[in-house]
């Protein structure tokens, strides 16, 4: 069945930001996952092929390899199998580019010497005790990364292994070893992290470029999975108010019928018994008749088919309307009824606004004992204007006031034992403020009165 707008539409939005959500969350978590994973696998690779350099360099200078450079240089090993090119001279400070050569003589690209690709990039700086470089006379080619900090580290601590920033950006990574010798007295190897990066941040904007165009896909099926999900409950929802909508109507025809056989029986001077009968009758066909009001009322509620007129309601002239409508029947109770009106305008449904201003004061009425008082008054809140009932009733135990708004829940004391209500007033009242963007709460506290808060826009 075709999708009805404005009925269970909330709910099949809050479903389907529930179903977004869980997949958006799956698609970052394996994201970032694979992201962490391909930059750990970078470093680690990054850090083996500096710990292997750095042990060709201690062998170079005839130093004994610490046991992590021989455990490192070992796993090199085993994962290069191929015979990689050792220096025999004393290292010089210098970016290792090395060239092919002819297969004449010198280095070649393949056979024994061949320099492993990972180790080309990786730079060896020897410096002095105090961090600076010491110049090789063999070449005029020097590096400029050398880091103080990560040498005085070294010499503290054995070893230093950080990733450093430089001046452009770059990312470098840098070990740093002390020799035990005059000069180098230590010896840094790095590499800069330039390629690295850049495949991490292709990695990343492809994994942004796919993410959204999965956030998107999963945004369509979650809304298409939230229709099929709650589809039984729209045509369970529908058949409820076609049922109310024709039971209300079908009830109306008898209902007048029978108290309009009543009151003709009325007219003819019955006996007292028969004419308390026939009262009852009344009395009885008037509270169906309220009753059916109400349920046909909730259900255009709920249908959102209730059509709310939007004018312009001057305050004062609506509290002043309101209680001088119920305040006969407050005489009739010995309770006092007041109005403290204010300047304002309320935009919204007069004939609405004034039924639940009714619905709240009759409540008022049922919970407040002779003598008593009630009040209603009105005052501008920013935007909106503040519409409040007060009474010094008997007030309501604080086990009740969350299920005040609640379809046919009623609160029995002493005061409400003689009273009859159908327990749909404040649901009523709360519809229909809702319906026309406004606020309703209650306050209160047993021996202590009630106090209903009622917020409207401002025309």
């Known amino acids: 069945m075709p999708w009805k707008?404005?009925?269970?539409r909330p709910l099949r939005v809050k479903l389907t930001l529930l179903y977004f959500v869980f997949a958006l969350g799956l698609v970052?978590?394996?994201?970032?996952g694979s992201y962490v994973l391909l930059s750990y696998y970078f470093q680690q690779s990054t850090d083996l092929a500096l710990q292997y350099k750095m042990a060709t360099e201690f062998r170079a200078l005839g130093l004994t390899l610490p046991q992590n450079l021989a455990q490192s240089e070992q796993v090199w090993l085993q994962n290069n199998p191929r015979p990689t090119f050792t220096p025999t001279a004393v290292p010089s400070s210098v970016l290792?580019?090395?060239?092919?050569q002819s297969s004449s003589g010198g280095e070649s690209s393949s056979g024994d010497g061949e320099i492993d690709n990972e180790l080309l990039p990786i730079f060896v700086n020897p410096l002095d005790a105090n961090g600076q470089n010491i110049a090789n006379p063999k070449t005029s080619t020097t590096t400029?990364?050398?880091?103080?900090?990560?040498?005085?580290?070294?010499?503290?601590?054995?070893?230093?292994?950080?990733?450093?920033?430089?001046?452009?950006?770059?990312?470098?990574?840098?070990?740093?070893?002390p020799t035990g010798l005059n000069a180098p007295a230590v010896l840094q190897v790095g590499r800069q992290l330039t390629d690295q990066d850049r495949v991490l941040s292709q990695y990343l904007t492809g994994l942004v470029i796919l993410g959204s165009i999965a956030s998107l896909m999963f945004a369509l099926i979650s809304w298409w999975l939230a229709g099929r999900s709650l589809s039984p409950a729209q045509k369970a929802f529908d058949?409820?108010?076609?049922?109310?909508s024709n039971a209300s109507h079908e009830l109306r025809t008898p209902l007048?019928?029978?108290?309009?056989?009543?009151?003709?029986?009325?007219?003819?001077?019955?006996?007292?018994?028969?004419?308390?009968t026939l009262q009852d009758i009344v009395a009885e066909s008037d509270y169906m008749n309220h009753l059916v009001d109400?349920?046909?009322?909730?259900?255009?509620?709920?249908?959102?088919?209730?059509?709310?007129?939007?004018?312009?309601?001057?305050?004062?002239?609506?509290?002043?309307?309101?209680?001088?409508?119920?305040?006969?029947?407050?005489?009739?109770?010995?309770?006092?009824?007041?109005?403290?009106?204010?300047?304002?305008?309320?935009?919204?449904d007069r004939a609405r606004v004034r039924q639940v201003l009714l619905i709240l004061l009759d409540n008022a009425l049922r919970f407040t004992p002779p003598n008593g008082a009630i009040r209603l008054s009105a005052k501008p809140v920013g935007k909106l204007i503040e519409l409040v009932v007060s009474d010094n009733g008997s007030g309501i135990p604080p086990e009740h006031l969350a299920h005040l708004f609640e379809r046919f829940y009623q609160v029995r004391t002493n005061a409400t034992n003689d009273s009859r209500s159908n327990g749909l007033g404040l649901s009523i009242a709360k519809a229909l403020v809702e319906a026309q963007s406004g606020n309703?709460?209650?306050?209160?506290?047993?021996?202590?009165?009630?106090?209903?808060?009622?917020?409207l826009p401002v025309a």
């Open 28 to 32: 970052i978590l394996l994201g970032a």
């Open 5 to 8: 707008p404005n009925m269970l």
């Open 256 to 276: 007048t019928l029978i108290r309009a056989t009543a009151e003709l029986g009325l007219r003819a001077h019955p006996s007292q018994e028969q004419g308390q």
């Open 144 to 177: 400029k990364i050398i880091d103080i900090s990560a040498s005085a580290a070294a010499m503290k601590n054995g070893v230093d292994l950080r990733t450093i920033t430089m001046n452009n950006g770059t990312h470098v990574r840098l070990l740093t070893y």
């Open 96 to 100: 290792i580019t090395p060239k092919p």
């Open 239 to 244: 058949q409820q108010q076609n049922f109310v």
């Open 440 to 455: 309703i709460r209650i306050e209160s506290a047993p021996g202590k009165g009630t106090h209903v808060y009622l917020l």
């Open 294 to 348: 109400d349920l046909l009322l909730l259900s255009r509620l709920d249908a959102h088919r209730l059509q709310l007129a939007r004018e312009v309601i001057p305050v004062s002239e609506l509290v002043a309307e309101t209680v001088r409508q119920m305040e006969k029947l407050g005489q009739e109770k010995g309770i006092s009824l007041t109005a403290d009106t204010t300047k304002g305008n309320i935009l919204g």
